[in-house]
């Protein structure tokens, strides 16, 4: 029990249980789970033995939900209610979706994100990416044998503040406990660089299925060192399909298709595409609902030339992640191609050329983002041995701002700064008397805030009627491990009278998200009041060996009043933590959270001073 | 609170080694970072995002040169005033016309690249004349017109980034 080894100072600590934790790589085509056990990372396949999940939902008339390979079937006989690359939607307006009016899906254009209205109501797409999730945590629970505590998901490093949020929604929606979203390119850093032993700076091509990111990174002793991030969010292989398809429609003459039609067209085109990896040509062949045949051959040189532009809007970000990071293409040990797009010959080559040296290609493209995702989990999950470790240090990919005059974004926090980062700016009052102050954030690097993405907007009131230029507000940014962000604001020249703090929620607010999981559980027949009370006791069971751990490592930073205070609050917690009351359970939990604040704060210290004691005698043996 | 170089354990001096700080700075991330403490309270969470945070901003602001200086000087009582002190020596602003106009006439990459590389040799040459003045003179009223200069430098080599990707 945890209680007593609390109580009982100089106790050892219990052999630490090794707790599931998996990495979900959520793709726009495809998605994978993965896990680590007996010390190596392997994907978790499906009762069949099939590693992918294809990303499709299909929404049924009675409620169904259909995921995968069986939504994947049905996708041209159901367009409308067959819901492919959901990934390109998240975080997303209407307006920001380039080729929307391609996609056969009936958009309802709400603030913030867009939603698709099916045949079982309107679903948001944080909605059909949960979906996906909850298959994949079903697969992981039933091939482990256990439930799931913990998951690392991976977004594409150049998401923005919307899109990540958007997936740790998704999460939580599928009953995850979400311990990081990680960058897919540093993910297959880790798995790439866990595996090969590689050291130098290294760059991570990542082309999938509709986002693109290159990210540079240093690789020395243990620590994955992200320097430079740069991509392209919308931009994958399903531009390339759609290339080929406007390529069809204009050879075959096809008049305007229907949705159906359509869906088919686009398959035929991305099969097309995935031939030409391995052959000189291809042939599409399609019936059409009107009768149309389509018979037609499409030749490597063709298809070079028609996804040409493609090919080369990969490399600027290629050249700005350089200039970032100051370095240049020789200073590049090596460049690891991950995501299945980069299985085109033209994207091999033309990399390739870029780097002047070939494209590593030793792992799995499909595979390799959920293995590094699986070893992070590993570690953040704790079951890694101190030592065996390793230290992962990430950036944010775009520059965090707010609007001034006339319409100008001021940079608060560039881009490529190591997260977790904070960075406060001071703006004065500008009338006389005035009483509250709006801000804008965005994110972004172009001047003007129209060219920005709006993260949000808020206002702070109350502030004391002043001469203008005497009231002054300072705004705080901070942007955590997850690159998530969170802005307060304070008027400082009355002791913090006015103050606010936002976080961006982009149309889904909390209490959206607890109606969504209220609506899945009415259908799963599951019970809302057992998740509250297992979670909570959960995490109450996590704090209390998380404290017990800490008084074994650090006791000997508290006295002997505050370790009492300390073990009387956990002791509190401890006879709580097994009932059924979830909001004592909460409560305790809080109290004893609050107890130990100063410990924590002077723990950091001493890892500090351990820090620096160990840099000493590393340096006395040199 | 401690200041940015006893942070590392550094001895505060313009001249600094980079590998020492760097070596530092993951010596003290591998001990609070937050992926530390992903099993940890929410105390203990919130502690190490705010101290890893500020681990962060003053390995920032040292490993750049004339952030690393204004500091310095800041430390020393001495404020650098970039955006109020516009007075500078007429040869240098002479010298700073030319290479903006150089920018300007600038169109291809190989351009591009001899520019910057003439900008970071000056820049270069500026950080030891600030390494003499601040670390061995303690001249700070005098290295603050150098370290306005170097901001100079930084500003036009940043516009010449920007210039590369128009220049593709």
Known sequence: MALLQIAEPGLSTAPHERRLAVGIDLGTTNSLIATVRSGAAAVLPDARGRPLLPSIVRYLADGRVEVGYAAEARQSEDPKNTIVSAKRYMGRALKDVAHAEHAPYDFVDAPGMLQIRTVAGVKSPVEVSAEILKVLHARAEASLGDKLADAVITVPAYFDDAQRQATKDAGRLAGLNVLRLLNEPTAAAIAYGLDNAAEGTYAVYDLGGGTFDISILKLSKGVFEVVATSGDSALGGDDFDHRVFCWVAEEAKLAPLCAGDMRLLLVKSREAKESLTTHSEARITAKLSTGEFVDLVLDSETFCRITHHLVQKTLAPMRKALRDAQLGVDDVKGVVMVGGSTRMPQIQHAVGEFFRRDPLNNLDPDKVVALGAAMQADVLAGNKPAGEDWLLLDVIPLSLGIETMGGLAEKIIPRNSTIPVARAQEFTTFKDGQTGMSFHVVQGERELVSDCRSLARFELKGIPPMAAGAGRVRVMFQVDADGLLSVAAEERTTNAQASVTVKPSYGLGDTDIERMLRDSFEHAKDDMHARARHEARVDAQRLLEAVRTALNADGALLSAAEREEIERQAAALAAVAGSNEHRAIRQASEALNRATEEFAGRRMDAGVRRALAGRKIASLDL | ?168
């Open chain 2, 1 to 168: 609170m401690k200041n940015h170089f006893e942070l590392f354990g550094l001895t505060p001096a313009f001249a600094l080694e980079i590998e020492s700080l760097e070596r530092s700075y993951r010596e003290i991330q591998s001990q609070i970072h937050p992926d530390r403490y992903a099993q940890a309270g929410d105390a203990e969470r919130r502690a190490s995002m705010q101290w890893t945070t500020r681990v962060n901003q003053a390995y920032r602001t040292l490993k750049s040169p004339v952030q690393r200086a204004r500091y310095l000087l800041e430390m020393n009582g001495v404020d650098v005033e970039f955006e109020t002190n516009t007075q500078m020596p007429t040869d240098f602003l002479i010298k700073q016309l030319e290479l903006r106009e150089a920018l300007d006439a600038a169109k291809q990459p190989e351009a591009l690249d001899r520019l910057q590389a003439e900008v970071r040799a000056q820049k270069a040459l500026l950080e030891q004349g600030i390494a003499r003045l601040v670390d061995a003179q303690k001249d700070y009223a005098a290295a603050a017109g150098e370290v306005r200069k170097l901001m100079f430098l930084d500003k036009l080599d940043a516009e010449i980034d920007l210039a590369y990707e128009e220049a593709h």
